[in-house]
C-alpha cells in the first residue's frame, strides 16, 4: 500500500483542488506557502511580492485579475461589507468570468495537476461562482478555512489600508460568514492562524488527514524550506490588541463569536462548527447591513489601477 509521509493511506489517482479561504491579512498566504512546499501546484503567474508579505501572497495572478474585475462589474470591491444579491453568479456577466476562469486559468495551468490549489480573499465572497467552475472541471473539492483573531487582522489591515475598526470588523464577518456557509456540506478544515507557526507539521497532518490527500512532497530538504519560510519575525501583530475598545460593542462581539465557533473547531476536529451561533450571528449581520451603510468605504476611485497591491493587480473586464 502506497503511504504518504505522514503515515497516513495514499488517496486514489485523480485531480483535486484546494481552496484556501480566509479574510486579508489572516495568514492565508503563509498557509498556502506552507501547501506549495509540501507539493501542492499552485501556478505559475502569481502576484510579486510585496513590502506587506515579503515572503509572497501565494495568489494567481490572473485569479485575482478576474475577482477584482467580477467584484468591480458586480458593484463592489475589495473593502465592501455589503453581502452581494442574490443569484449574482448566474447572471451574464457572472457566466463570462466562469467560462473565461475555466478556459483560460484552469485548462491552462491546472488540467490533469493531481493536487492543485488556489487563494484569494475575496474567493469568500465569491465561492457560489467559484463552485460553478469546480462543477464545470469535475474535480474533487476541499477547502481549508483560516482564521484569525479579528483583533490582528484589524490591526494589520488599519496598519495597511486607510480603514477604521467598525469597518474592518465588518469586512471581517463579510467573509468569514461567506466562507463557513458556502462550504457547509463539502470536505472541510479549518486552521488557526497560531497553529501555522507553532507546529505546521501537525497542520500539515491535520489537513492531509481530515480532507483525505497526500501531500507529494515531505521531505528533510522540505521542512527545512517550510522552517525558513515560515519566518516568526515576519509577524507582527499578536494576541488581543483591543480592537473591541474602539469598535462598536455589536460588531466586535459578532467578530469574537465567529472565531471564537470557527477556532473550536480548529483546536479539534471532533468538534463541529456551531452552526446556530453563526446562523444567528450571520441573521443578524444581514439584517444590520442598511443601519451600517454610514460605515461603508467609499469606493475606490480607478480601481483598476489603484489597488491593494500598488499597481501590481490588472482588473480584468470583460471587453464590449
Known amino acids: 500500500m502506497n503511504v504518504s509521509p505522514f503515515g497516513t493511506p495514499a488517496v486514489a489517482p485523480g485531480s483535486t483542488a484546494v481552496c484556501v479561504l480566509g479574510m486579508h491579512r489572516s495568514g492565508t498566504s503563509a498557509l498556502t506557502g506552507l501547501f506549495h512546499h509540501l507539493g501542492m501546484y499552485v501556478g505559475n503567474d502569481l502576484m510579486p511580492i510585496g513590502p506587506d508579505n515579503p515572503k509572497g501572497f501565494w495568489e494567481h495572478g490572473h485569479i485575482v485579475s ?20 442574490e443569484g449574482w453568479e448566474r ?13 483560460n486559468v484552469f485548462l491552462k495551468e491546472f488540467a490533469g495537476k493531481p493536487l492543485w490549489g488556489f487563494k484569494d480573499p475575496r474567493v469568500c465572497r465569491l465561492l457560489p461562482l467559484w463552485q ?13 478555512l483560516m482564521t484569525r483573531h479579528p483583533d490582528e487582522v484589524i490591526a494589520s489591515l488599519m496598519h495597511r489600508n486607510p480603514l477604521n475598526a467598525n469597518q474592518c470588523m465588518l469586512i471581517w464577518l463579510d467573509h468569514m460568514l461567506e466562507a463557513e456557509f458556502q462550504t457547509r456540506g463539502h470536505s ?29 512532497s515531505f521531505t528533510p530538504a522540505s521542512a527545512q524550506s517550510i522552517d525558513a519560510f515560515l519566518d516568526p519575525s515576519l509577524r507582527h501583530h499578536r494576541g488581543p490588541g483591543g480592537a473591541a475598545a474602539v ?18 473547531m480548529a483546536q479539534d476536529r471532533a468538534t463541529p462548527v456551531d452552526v446556530a451561533t453563526i446562523d444567528r450571528i450571520r441573521r443578524e449581520f444581514l439584517m444590520s447591513v442598511p443601519a451600517l451603510m454610514s460605515l461603508r468605504p467609499p469606493r475606490p476611485r480607478n480601481q483598476a489601477v489603484t489597488t491593494q497591491y500598488t499597481n501590481a493587480e490588472k482588473m480584468l473586464h470583460r471587453a464590449g
Open 132 to 144: 460553478l467552475i469546480l462543477d464545470r472541471m469535475k474535480v474533487a473539492r476541499k477547502f481549508v
Open 188 to 216: 472541510r478544515v479549518v486552521v488557526d492562524f497560531d497553529q501555522v507557526f507553532s507546529n505546521w507539521r501537525q497542520v500539515g497532518l491535520r489537513v492531509e488527514v481530515q480532507l483525505g490527500i497526500q501531500w507529494p
Open 66 to 85: 478576474a475577482n477584482v474585475g467580477l467584484l468591480d462589474v458586480l458593484g463592489s470591491y475589495f473593502a465592501d461589507f455589503c453581502p452581494l444579491r
Open 247 to 264: 469598535a462598536d460593542r455589536r460588531i466586535s462581539a459578532w467578530a469574537y463569536s465567529v472565531h471564537e465557533a470557527l477556532l473550536a
Open 91 to 103: 447572471t451574464e456577466d457572472a457566466l463570462w468570468y466562469r467560462d473565461y476562469i475555466y478556459e
